[in-house]
Structures are given as C-alpha cells and as structure tokens.
C-alpha cells in the first residue's frame, strides 16, 4: 500500500526569492547589499548616455569621490548611477567599492619630501675653494685680510676686472658686459666675508632644498643674484660688487616667506624656524663689523645686494612656497608675487639700460668720474671732503691737465661736495 508522505515538525524552510519590493512612492529599494540615496532608493544604472558634467555624491559618505569627481565637468567617460527623485549621482567605483574600508583622511599638514642638497653644496664648496686657492698665494699672515677668487686668478692678465659686477669703470661703459651678473658672486674680499656667505648658504640653504629640490635651489640662487646685482645699482652703482651676499640673503628671504605663509601648520617647528631666521640675523650682525674692520667691505656697502637678494628670496618663495591656502588666494598670491619680482628687475634693467653716465634713486646728477682734490686747490676750505666729479671725457680731461698726478681716488662709500671742472 501507498506509504504516506513524511510529517514535517517544527522545520522552517527558508523562502527561495530576493528582497525585492516597493514602498509606496513607487521606487524600489532594491537588494541590501547595494549603496542607495539618503532616502534608501535603489539607484538606476544610466551607462555613459546622460553625461551633462554631473559630480559623484560618494563624498557624502566617504569623504571624498574615489574617481575624484567632487566637481562638475569631469565626468565624461564615466558609469553613471542616478536617483532621480533626490537628484542623487555615483560614479561606477564608488557605487560597487561602498563597502570597503576607507582609512579617514589624516589632518591638514604638508608634506616633506627629501632631495639631496646637492646645488646648495657643490656652490659653497666651489666659491670657498676658490677663494682659499688664491688667497693663499701671498704671505699666510695675512690670508684672513687678502681678497680672492676668480678676480684674483685674473689678476694681471687681459681679463683683470671683468668679472666684478660694476656700470662704469672711471667712463668706460661696462653695462653690455652681461656676464657680471652671474661672475661677481665667485670673487670675496677676505675671510670673514666667505665665512659670513658661505655658512648662510649652508645654514639655510640644505633644509631649503632638501625640502624643494635642485630645481628650485637653482631658480633662487639666480634670483638671489640679479636681484642682489638690481638693488645694488639703483642704491650704490658707482662701487664694484663681489660675493654672492645676495644668494645667501635669498634663501634668508624664502625662510621668512615659508615662516610667513605656514606659520599655522608648522606647530613646534614654529618656535625652531623663528630661533633659526634669529640665529642668522645675530651672525651677520656679529660678521658685519668684522668686515668693515678687515676691509672686506667699504662703510654703506654691506647693504643694497643684500636687501635685493632678501626682496627676491622672500617675494619667491611667497610664489612658490608649498601651503594649505585654498586653491584661488594662492594662485592669486603666486602670481602677484612672483610679477612684483619681475616688476623690480624690469624697473632696475630699464634704469640702468637708460642712464648713462650711471645714476643711483639718492642722486640727482649722472658721473662716471670722481677724484679727491688736493687741499691747495680749494684753500682746505672744504678740508678733505672736496671732489670732482664728470660726466663725460671732456671734463675728465679738464681736471686731469689741471692737476697733473695731484688727483686721488674717491674713497667708496663717501658723500663728497663736488666742484666743476
């Protein structure tokens, strides 16, 4: 006989069908294991056929857009999942990667690459050995005193003083002698103003480009160095320069602008940066009298490259320093800062380009040609202080058939009453 089927007691059988139903506004809310809007709708897959620049919503779960589609305008080519009720998007990875683990964004700070400083090196080292090279050609008692450098090497020869960054030499036009702008910095006026150059650059100079680069190092020493050349022209043009006073003072300058622009992010390093820029002040101020002392520089003459190298160094790295400024002030910042470097150069070129005989902004008569007076000619009413200055051969003749071989240099840095010829 037929058995009868087996009873079944207390058994739950799972239903066999996905969760696939509607609620009452009539969109469907889909399989659990798939992202919705806010509102729990299943979003529709739209392809690539509705492209109108849409922006992916996945930032207001995640944090941000996984294909980076936080802004309209970068979707094209991309899957599009879309809620039309909420007017809610996601794009294709952020749709299928919803589930997985996304680390939170660390907080706000720079990041700080490390590059060899090799420019910042391999440029003390050279213009040090250089100077030690030919400084130690004449008696070792006074090596700390003796100038040295390129200018000594060619000391004597058809290139002697060609490589000084100078306008006029007596009235002989220099200014088409472009290769000054770049030579000056190989030549220093004794030992205490390599040292002071030299362990600036250092100093400042290896954190400097371990942190930005050989590139960037490169582009400030050049600033350094015609800024350094510009200033010195329109404040101090009638005197020679040497030394790369303006390179070390340009990456004080870039310190200051880094100092400036992330002083909220820098934290502890705040106070170490502030004791840094105060350590190199306190140098140069310590060098500086020792300079003047050994002769390395005239009195007013430690001044005009230096601020020109700090002007350039600041306003540079201002440009092109790394920050947390949003995107528009510090492209307005970069731009502004770095066209006022462009506008001081320019008004310096064209001030030198169109004055001749060479006039610095503190004059108010173009020279080329001083000499001290002898006291006789003048009845010593002036004591010591009277020369002649000319502007043309002319008068350089005049004052040279007059007193023969009586005429002296002007001392450099001096401020002098002139008489004509």
């Not at 080292?125 to 050609?137: D, I, K, R």
């Not at 190298?309 to 995107?327: N, V």
């Not at 108010?364 to 051969?393: F, K, T």
Request: proline share 7%.
């Amino acid at each position: 006989p037929p058995q009868a089927p087996p009873q079944l007691k207390n058994t739950f059988v799972e239903p066999d069908f996905d969760l696939h139903f509607r609620v009452d506004d009539g969109f469907d809310i889909g399989p659990p294991d798939l992202p919705k809007c806010p509102r729990n709708h299943t979003l529709r897959p739209l392809g690539r056929t509705r492209d109108n620049g849409w922006s992916c919503d996945g930032k207001a779960f995640k944090g941000s857009c996984r294909a980076h589609l936080d802004a309209r305008g970068k979707s094209y080519g991309v899957n599009r999942f879309r809620c039309e009720l909420c007017d809610y998007d996601l794009c294709e990875q952020c749709y299928w990667g919803w589930r997985d683990p996304v680390v939170p964004p660390d907080p706000p700070r720079l990041t700080a690459p490390r590059h060899e400083p090799i420019v910042v090196v391999v440029q003390s080292m050279v213009v040090f050995v250089w100077w030690f090279a030919t400084a130690v050609q004449g008696p070792l008692n006074s090596v700390a005193l003796r100038p040295g450098g390129l200018e000594s090497m060619l000391e004597g020869g058809p290139a002697e003083g060609k490589t000084l960054f100078c306008l006029h030499t007596d009235c002989n036009d220099c200014r088409t002698e472009v290769w000054r702008w770049w030579t000056y910095q190989l030549t220093h006026n004794g030992m205490a103003h390599i040292l002071n150059n030299v362990v600036l650059l250092l100093f400042l100079g290896v954190p400097l480009e371990a942190y930005y680069g050989w590139l960037f190092t490169v582009a400030l020493v050049n600033v350094g160095l015609l800024l350094g050349a510009v200033v010195h022209a329109l404040l101090d043009g009638h005197r020679a320069l040497a030394g790369m006073s303006g390179v070390s003072y340009a990456f004080v300058g870039a310190h200051a602008a880094h100092f400036v622009l992330n002083f909220r992010v820098l934290g502890r390093y705040r106070i170490l940066q502030l004791v840094l820029l105060i350590l190199c002040a306190a140098f140069d101020l310590m060098m500086a009298p020792l300079m003047a002392l050994a002769g390395a520089a005239p009195a007013g003459g430690l001044v005009a490259d230096r601020l020109g190298g700090y002007l350039g160094g600041f306003l540079f790295g201002l440009g092109l320093e790394r920050s947390l400024l949003a995107k528009r002030p510090r492209r307005a910042l970069r731009v502004g800062t770095l066209a006022a470097c462009l506008v001081l150069f320019a008004f310096g070129a064209v001030w030198i380009a169109t004055h001749w005989p060479p006039q610095t902004l503190r004059e108010s008569v173009s020279w080329c040609w001083c000499r001290r007076l002898p006291a006789e000619m003048h009845g010593d009413v002036l004591g010591n202080g009277a020369y002649a200055r000319c502007a043309d051969q002319d008068c350089v003749d005049s004052w040279t058939n007059r007193t023969a071989n009586q005429l002296q240099q002007c001392e450099e840095g001096d401020i002098w009453p002139s008489l004509g010829p």
